[in-house]
């Protein structure tokens, strides 16, 4: 399944101004909300509506409806939570889950150090948040999560992407969609992404 890149004018403009080292906190956190919100419209164009009948100021009419509560938003921490302004904007009413993670360094393996999701995660379509897919070890480490409490419909969502991370990511589980604005050089000797954007984190959140 192959990734799907988000090409549009729009796009390389607020990628160009994210990726500036200049770029201030405020702007950055609104650009990622921004770029998250666009992600969030492709990754959902495949979205299951029901039909319902309103009534507006004129006559009753028959309209299509999301049922919101059928999906579920996972942010992988700190950086995650940086894109889900953008989505709940578009599905205010989408429940929201939270996955923390760190590597053991002699283990090499994932530590959970929080994980909450919503009740039910079996029967939503979940979508996965993450700016950066750099290695792919912590998108491939949540979706196992995911996948162990029984959610089965996953897409990960990204602004920045490796050919690396990418192609890790399809190898373990190649059911899962991927979403992202654009797929970067490589990844340098520490694991950053090149050109990328630096670490996401530190920019949202102003820690660096």
Same mark, same amino acid.
């Given at each position: 399944?192959?990734?799907?890149?988000?090409?549009?004018?729009?796009?390389? %403009?607020? !990628?160009?101004? !994210?990726?500036?080292?200049?770029? $201030?906190?405020?702007?950055?956190?609104?650009?990622?909300?921004?770029?998250? +919100?666009?992600?969030?419209?492709?990754?959902?164009?495949?979205?299951?509506?029901?039909?319902?009948?309103?009534?507006?100021?004129?006559?009753?009419?028959?309209?299509?409806?999301?049922?919101?509560?059928?999906?579920?938003?996972?942010?992988?921490?700190?950086?995650?939570?940086? +894109?889900?302004?953008?989505?709940? #904007?578009?599905?205010?009413?989408?429940?929201?889950?939270?996955?923390?993670?760190?590597? %053991?360094?002699?283990? !090499?393996?994932?530590?959970?150090?929080?994980?909450?999701?919503?009740?039910?995660?079996?029967?939503?379509?979940?979508?996965?948040?993450?700016?950066?897919?750099?290695? $792919?070890?912590?998108?491939?480490?949540?979706?196992? +999560? !995911? #996948?162990?409490?029984?959610?089965?419909?996953?897409?990960?969502?990204?602004?920045?992407?490796?050919?690396? $991370?990418?192609?890790?990511?399809?190898?373990?589980?190649?059911?899962?969609?991927?979403?992202?604005?654009?797929?970067?050089?490589?990844? %340098?000797?520490?694991?950053?992404?090149?050109?990328?954007? $630096?670490?996401?984190?530190?920019?949202?959140?102003?820690?660096?």
């Amino acid at each position: 399944m192959e990734p799907v890149i988000l090409k549009h004018p729009l796009i390389d %403009n607020k !990628l160009s101004i !994210l990726r500036n080292k200049k770029t $201030g906190t405020k702007e950055f956190r609104e650009l990622i909300s921004e770029i998250s +919100m666009f992600l969030c419209y492709e990754a959902l164009k495949d979205a299951k509506t029901e039909t319902v009948e309103i009534e507006t100021p004129v006559a009753k009419t028959k309209v299509s409806k999301i049922n919101e509560d059928d999906y579920a938003f996972i942010p992988i921490l700190r950086a995650g939570t940086g +894109m889900l302004d953008g989505l709940i #904007k578009v599905l205010p009413n989408a429940k929201i889950g939270h996955i923390g993670l760190f590597r %053991n360094e002699t283990t !090499l393996k994932p530590v959970r150090y929080y994980y909450k999701v919503p009740k039910d995660i079996d029967k939503k379509q979940v979508v996965v948040l993450d700016p950066m897919l750099a290695t $792919g070890g912590s998108a491939i480490d949540a979706i196992t +999560m !995911l #996948k162990e409490e029984g959610a089965k419909n996953i897409k990960f969502l990204c602004i920045i992407s490796a050919p690396e $991370g990418i192609k890790k990511l399809q190898e373990v589980h190649p059911d899962v969609e991927i979403y992202t604005s654009a797929v970067d050089e490589k990844l %340098n000797e520490k694991g950053y992404i090149v050109p990328g954007l $630096g670490d996401a984190g530190d920019r949202i959140f102003g820690t660096k």
